[in-house]
């Protein structure tokens, strides 16, 4: 595909847009979310989000977007009985091998489907999603069955056939060879993540400094809402005393002390997390350094406040936040 092939692409999705009508988008990352906000401005589009995730509900709301957010299976339901009323200009999503998607798609009134690069799955031609006509018994028995009784739910390359246009992130010479090779717009790399600070979450042995479950989960919470990209694992943590078995970013347990690895590294480009930990008072001041509050108890809220005492006496710039989720 030429620059000249992506140009009229481009002018005829353009131009096949109803500005009088909005547009409906299911996505379930961050990452999507971004991409399909990126065909938003490039389109001047009015969409609706549908999610299922917190992090996407902070998401949406930080950005100004139109969003329904839902629980699970029957709330999504529920929802698309209502929008069945709406006729929208088109839908847009990446997971099409995602049940709440295939919901959205046969149930609600769109003029036509546009999906976008779900990862490498999108341009590897041995992919499920390019390679995959039926379901596989072995690997999909449930669906497979259910397929042949009820013609339900059906595999992604059937979805990604029924596309009128891809909007792709990947060298268009990568898509070939894959069900996509002549609808797709081929999009830059947004570049409004990629000079932000690293964000980096301090862990601590949390049971052992008497927080209880509830405090836990507001840890995790703040982490996935926070967007955390780095958790840097205590050397005494476990998974017994702390909440390492479910935080959903990388882990890191480092061979020396955690003062001297963070001072090595990306200086001006760090942000840490904290609760209550030593090791911010080891490290570059630099740093923007940040503190959340729980709900705790009165004994331990009596330890957390002379712990930021104490900062306040080294000098130790820091930012309070209060845990509001």
């Not at 836990?216 to 050397?235: A, C, G, S, T, V």
């Not at 630099?286 to 900062?311: Q, R, V």
């Amino acid at each position: 595909m030429n620059h000249s092939s992506k140009e009229v692409d481009l002018q005829s999705f353009l131009k096949k847009l109803d500005k009088s009508k909005r547009s409906i988008c299911f996505v379930d990352s961050v990452l999507h979310f971004k991409k399909v906000q990126q065909i938003q401005t490039l389109s001047n589009s009015k969409i609706l989000f549908l999610v299922n995730s917190k992090i996407l509900v902070k998401e949406a709301k930080n950005s100004n977007q139109k969003f329904i957010y839902f629980k699970n299976y029957f709330s999504l339901i529920k929802i698309i009985f209502r929008l069945k009323k709406e006729n929208f200009d088109f839908l847009i999503a990446a997971c099409v091998d995602q049940i709440h998607f295939q919901l959205i798609y046969f149930f609600c009134r769109f003029s036509f489907f546009v999906s976008i690069d779900e990862g490498i799955f999108s341009v590897d031609k041995f992919s499920r999603f390019n390679s995959e006509n039926k379901f596989n018994p072995e690997t999909h028995k449930l669906f497979f069955f259910l397929e042949k009784i009820f013609s339900y739910p059906k595999v992604p390359r059937y979805f990604l056939n029924k596309s009128v246009y891809h909007f792709g992130w990947f060298n268009e010479n990568l898509y070939k060879d894959t069900v996509l090779k002549n609808k797709v717009i081929c999009m830059e790399q947004s570049l409004d993540q990629q000079f932000g600070k690293v964000k980096i979450f301090i862990g601590q042995p949390f049971k052992w400094m008497g927080l209880d479950t509830k405090n836990e989960n507001q840890i995790i919470n703040f982490i996935k809402n926070e967007r955390i990209d780095i958790y840097l694992k205590h050397p005494r943590e476990t998974r017994q005393n702390s909440i390492i078995s479910k935080v959903n970013c990388p882990i890191v347990e480092i061979g020396t002390d955690a003062e001297n690895f963070l001072n090595l590294i990306y200086q001006d480009r760090l942000a840490i997390f904290s609760f209550m930990s030593s090791v911010v008072f080891g490290i570059s001041k630099e740093f923007d350094i940040n503190i959340i509050c729980l709900p705790i108890s009165e004994n331990l809220k009596f330890k957390h406040n002379a712990f930021l005492d104490m900062l306040k006496v080294s000098e130790i710039q820091f930012k309070l936040l209060p845990y509001d989720r």
